[in-house]
């Protein structure tokens, strides 16, 4: 079958420092992949080179089969890979659907010649989005900033899917969250994963990652150290590759 | 950030070592540079005289500087330092002239006129650090407004104008020097020698001013107070990470307000010696932009506006260094506008240095 | 509504209640005050000084009501108010010198100074936004080198010498009526002795206002206000949403410039005459009418029109002192303490003010 992206010997590096060396990895539609690895293994600088934020110095990727260049993350957002930041990228100070709609707002023209924002229209689709995924929000006039952590995630993540993505990318989705918010997080992965997003997780919590990957990669000091259908390994010998306590086959 | 981190790494992996020096004390070789250039160009720039005018001249400013160093470091801004000045100056000159009317000791006029000065900015202080830490007003707009009311109370009780008729001496004390010179024929302490007038007086040496033995004394306790104790430690660990100060079971808040008060205090100290260096009260004009000039000292000087860095020493020489452009500019005859646009240019100049070189300082 | 909680005593409920129409009530209240106890403030006279006066406070606060809600800050507006009225007027005494009619000198003059005032906000665009200089430093630096400049053209004095149409255009009114005799627009007419002259709505505050409701407008209702807004909320989330962050800040400055020299072309058309420190004073105004209009230094809040109040605030303070005898001195202590109350206001009832646009 082919693969949603596949990514072929990225290599990064910063100055002397190879961050990211050879790694290869790929991802289907309505798959769920956890990225693993201790602080520097290189998850953030792998993600960041396939949402275009760093240009690989080497290596290929490809999606849905044909070879994309990501040069800046506009062109990965245009392709359908979006990013979900731990910060979330979300403006605070603005409500939940400019949020939604934050650097691709809806314009309409008045007297024919001036463009302003459509504030109804991306109510409405705002709308229309959270309900889908059914998220409950009180109003969507509400800024960003009386919400909770929870919510916000919902929001950061309703953007993503309005704005058609096919690979979402998520760093530490369920950290700053209380427990019951975390459930909530992950069970709006798993309605992502069945409508048919493949979606990158990066996570610490490998109980979080356990309970909605199919399969992880886990990275140590740059390199991919190993790959495990989820359903054939468990926490103990995810945690000896994380730490590099083993000597693991590949 | 990672552009930054990359910088640094190359920077590091490469280590020229005569570079980095340069690089990192840009400002020291810059000022060296400037005084050699000057002494060529400038008309008596390079003598003993000139320099310590320099330094008499700087007074007032490197205290400025020296209080926008401490809050600078801790993150902060203080708007209010110049205005602060000229509240001092307005309102101990002013008790003075009254206490002077009535035929009080000169010296009894001239302390208590200093000490309620210096102790109404240190409540000013008082009350910006409270607004800064209690209320979470951000210190731009704290001292803003402080600046604002303090200028305002000046200008009432100045009504504008310089305060004259204060008691004698300021000026013996402000403007005089540790030792003069007759030579071959007297040296005396603290006072000309007695007797010489007119002529004379051209061929009297006079060496170290008094204001340089005041600053030298004021700029070494704070150097050593933000160098070597607990409390200039704390300060760079609340401009480090606010949070991470908190953690460390730092009081913050009191700490910032102390800073504030130092910062008002030292302000407040400028305006007094401005007194005793004047023999007049003056207000702060709006046009003059004191606080702006300190704090572009403090950030030639190495501080950075996010917190975290700074030293006095680099304030200091921050400050010598726009002073020796505006003397060594006029000496040379250079029209006095330039120095507005030279100080611009270094300014961005000092920001550019530090933010290719993010290792080193 | 009711998931957030807000702890409740006297002080708060009372900055609670006030919530972010207090600038209204503030505004009102010290028309209400200085009309009881100032005679002539509340007079067609009256009103009309105070619009003489705001066009300068109105464009610069303008200036800075953008440049804050990026989370920066512009401290060269003054100066390069002061240069591009010693530029204008430099630039239109040369044209009339050159044998050129007035009016096209006029016009000339101001369409060159326009495209020379907006470079300090290039470059300081340039500076924040490409090399991260601290706002604060690079317009501290663009003030000095701009005031360097104006000096160095004027050579310390101030520019003399210009048109009398010019000082025309800048104190004539829209509407200038002499009752029961003569009615212009825009340029005064020549009176008599004994004659009064009525002047409705001073062409320079015309002008001024026309900027004010156009960049309301763009800040309110277009994508680049709500770029604007949202580079102040979390820049971060601005670049990764793909908006053009570095870009959209160089546009920020040069506005901030634009509006700071046509400031400066009204204050040259005003009192036929350029000077560098023209601009000195507004400054500190101009910033304390943005922050009275509950703008934040940390960016992302802020909006043209309580802009406008915070200016007229001030505004009406300093005149109603003025026409009451006390020196402007007083002015600076009560600006000082409406700032410091604003931001305690603030302070108090963030989540009220802020919940919904």
Not at chain 1, 31 to 57: F, Q, W, Y
Not at chain 3, 118 to 134: A, D, E, H, S, T
């Amino acid at each position: 079958m082919e693969y949603l992206l596949e990514v072929k010997n990225l290599t990064k590096r910063f100055g002397g420092l190879v961050a990211v060396n050879k790694v290869s990895m790929e991802i289907k539609e309505g798959e769920v992949v956890g990225l693993l690895g201790d602080n520097g293994a290189g998850k953030s600088t792998l993600i960041k080179m396939i949402s275009g934020v760093h240009r690989p110095d080497e290596g290929q990727i490809f999606f849905k089969g044909k070879e994309v260049k990501i040069d800046s993350t506009r062109k990965a957002l245009s392709i359908g890979i979006e990013t979900l930041y731990q910060d979330l990228s979300l403006a605070e100070n603005l409500n939940v659907y400019s949020n939604i709609f934050l650097g691709r707002e809806k314009l309409k023209k008045i007297l024919k010649f001036i463009n302003v924002l459509d504030h109804d229209y991306m109510h409405k689709e705002s709308k229309k989005v959270l309900d889908r995924l059914e998220i409950e929000i009180p109003s969507l006039r509400n800024r960003i900033r009386v919400l909770s952590g929870g919510q916000r995630q919902a929001v950061a993540i309703s953007r993503s899917i309005y704005w058609d993505a096919k690979l979402l990318i998520m760093d530490e989705p369920t950290a700053a969250l209380g427990v019951a918010e975390q459930k909530k997080v992950l069970e709006l992965v798993l309605k992502l994963k069945s409508q048919g997003i493949g979606i990158i997780i990066i996570s610490h919590q490998l109980y979080d990652v356990f309970s909605v990957a199919d399969r992880l990669v886990i990275m140590r000091r740059g390199e991919k150290v190993g790959e495990r259908n989820i359903k054939e390994t468990n926490p103990d010998e995810v945690v000896s590759l994380i730490v590099g306590a083993e000597k693991v086959k590949q | 950030m990672n552009t930054n981190k990359n910088l640094a790494l190359n920077v590091t992996q490469n280590p020229s070592k005569l570079f980095s020096l340069l690089a990192k004390n840009w400002a020291l070789f810059f000022l060296l540079i400037l005084i050699l250039i000057f002494s060529f160009t400038g008309k008596r720039f390079f003598q003993l005289a000139n320099f310590q005018n320099i330094i008499h001249l700087s007074t007032t400013s490197l205290l400025l500087a020296a209080a926008e160093t401490f809050v600078i470091i801790t993150g902060g801004i203080d708007l209010s330092v110049g205005f602060m000045m000229g509240l001092s100056s307005v309102l101990s000159a002013t008790i003075m002239q009254k206490m002077h009317a009535v035929n009080f000791l000169p010296a009894l006029s001239i302390s208590i006129g200093s000490i309620i000065a210096l102790i109404v900015c240190i409540i000013a202080g008082l009350i910006s650090g409270i607004m800064i830490t209690k209320y979470r007003v951000p210190s731009f707009i704290a001292t803003l407004g402080m600046g604002g009311i303090a200028s305002g109370i000046a200008l009432i009780m100045s009504e504008g104008f310089p305060v004259t008729f204060l008691p004698p001496y300021l000026t013996d004390i402000g403007n005089g020097y540790l030792i003069y010179i007759f030579p071959g024929k007297a040296i005396s302490f603290f006072n000309k020698p007695e007797g010489i007038t007119g002529k004379e007086l051209k061929e009297l040496i006079r060496i170290i001013p008094n204001s340089f033995i005041f600053i030298v004394i004021v700029l070494f306790i704070l150097w050593h107070i933000l160098k070597n104790t607990k409390f200039g430690q704390h300060t760079y660990a609340i401009g480090g990470s606010m949070v991470a100060a908190v953690r460390a079971g730092i009081n913050t808040n009191r700490h910032l307000i102390i800073i504030y008060v130092l910062s008002s205090f030292l302000a407040g100290l400028a305006g007094v010696f401005n007194v005793f260096q004047t023999g007049i009260g003056n207000y702060t004009q709006f046009s003059s932009m004191y606080e702006l000039l300190a704090i572009a000292s403090v950030v030639i000087g190495g501080a950075s506006l996010f917190g975290g860095k700074g030293r006095i020493i680099g304030s200091v020489i921050g400050v010598i260094l726009i002073s020796v452009i505006e003397n060594g500019l006029q000496l040379s005859g250079v029209d006095p506008f330039y120095r507005f646009i030279a100080v611009g240019l270094i300014l961005i100049a000092a920001i550019i240095i530090d933010q290719s070189f993010p290792d080193l300082f | 509504m009711d998931n957030i909680t807000i702890k409740k005593n006297g002080l708060h409920e009372l900055f609670l209640q006030l919530g972010n129409k207090w600038i209204f009530f503030f505004l009102l209240l010290e028309v209400i005050i200085f009309s009881i106890i100032s005679p002539g403030f509340f007079s067609l006279n009256g009103i009309q000084t105070i619009l003489n006066n705001s066009p300068s406070i109105l464009l610069l606060g303008l200036a800075e009501t953008f440049v804050i809600i990026t989370g920066g800050i512009d401290l060269s507006v003054g100066f390069v108010m002061g240069f591009s009225s010693v530029v204008s007027a430099k630039l239109i005494v040369t044209f009339v010198g050159l044998g050129m009619n007035d009016a096209l000198s006029i016009i000339i003059g101001i369409v060159i100074t326009i495209c020379i005032g907006i470079i300090p906000g290039f470059l300081n665009g340039i500076l924040i936004g490409r090399y991260k200089v601290p706002a604060l430093i690079a317009t501290f630096s663009m003030l000095g080198i701009t005031h360097g400049i104006s000096e160095l053209l004027i050579e310390g004095s101030a520019a003399k010498n210009l048109p009398a149409l010019a000082g025309k255009i800048g104190n004539g009114s829209l509407i200038n009526m002499v009752p029961g005799k003569t009615v212009s627009f825009f340029i005064s007419p020549t009176i008599q002795r004994g004659e009064h002259l009525i002047e409705i709505l001073p062409n320079m505050f015309v002008i001024a206002f026309i900027f004010v409701i156009f960049f309301a407008f763009i800040l309110k209702s277009t994508k680049f206000g709500q770029h604007t807004y949202a580079i102040g909320g979390n820049i971060d989330a601005a670049i990764r949403a793909g908006i053009d962050v570095k870009n959209h800040i160089i546009k920020i400055y040069m506005l901030s410039s634009l509006f700071a020299t046509i400031a400066g072309i009204i204050y040259m058309l005003r009192f036929v005459t350029g000077k560098a420190d023209s601009g000195v004073m507004f400054l500190l105004d101009s910033i304390v009418a943005v922050v009275i209009g509950g703008a934040s230094f940390y960016g992302g809040f802020g909006s043209v029109w309580k802009t406008v109040i915070g200016c007229f605030i001030i505004l009406v303070l300093e005149n109603g002192l003025r026409m009451l005898g006390f020196p402007t001195f007083y002015k600076l202590v009560l600006v000082g303490v409406i700032l410091i109350f604003a931001v305690l206001v603030d302070q108090f009832s963030p989540e009220l003010l802020h919940k919904e646009d």
